[in-house]
C-alpha cells in the first residue's frame, strides 16, 4: 500500500507563487508515474503535471511557464512550484501516483488565489 500526504497549499493573491510538497510512503512502495491533479468547484478533476514512467515531464496547457513540476526520489518526494498565480487556479490540488494498473491519491490541498 502507499500514502501520499500533501503540504504547502493556502490563500495567496494573483501573480504570487506558492509551493506544493508531497511525501509518499508504504510498505510495498512501486510508483513510476508521480504528478498533480487539481478539481475546481462543480468542474472535473483535471491533470496539472506529471512526471511520466519514462522520466519526463507533461504539463496542462493552462499551467505551462509558469508551474514546474520536480521531484526527490531519494526522499520519494514530489514537488509542484506554482508562480504566477491566477484566480482560476483556485481548486483542490491531489498528489497523485501509479504503477501498472494501482494508482493512488493524497487527501488533497487547498489552494485559493484571491486578492
Known amino acids: 500500500q502507499v500514502q501520499l500526504v500533501e503540504s504547502g497549499g493556502g490563500l495567496v493573491q494573483p501573480g504570487g507563487s506558492l509551493r506544493l510538497s508531497c511525501a509518499a510512503s508504504?510498505?510495498?512502495?512501486?510508483?513510476?508515474?508521480m504528478g498533480w491533479f487539481r478539481q475546481a468547484p462543480g468542474k472535473e478533476r483535471e491533470l496539472v503535471a506529471i512526471?511520466?514512467?519514462?522520466?519526463?515531464?507533461n504539463y496542462a496547457d493552462s499551467v505551462k511557464g509558469r508551474f514546474t513540476i520536480s521531484r526527490d526520489n531519494a526522499k520519494k518526494k514530489v514537488y509542484l512550484q506554482m508562480n504566477s498565480l491566477k484566480p482560476e487556479d483556485t481548486a483542490v490540488y491531489y498528489c497523485?501516483?501509479?504503477?501498472?494498473?494501482?494508482?493512488?491519491w493524497g487527501q488533497g490541498t487547498q489552494v485559493t488565489v484571491s486578492s
Open positions: 508504504g510498505s510495498d512502495f512501486r510508483i513510476n508515474r
Open positions: 512526471f511520466t514512467s519514462a522520466g519526463n515531464a
Open positions: 497523485y501516483g501509479a504503477f501498472s494498473s494501482s494508482s493512488y
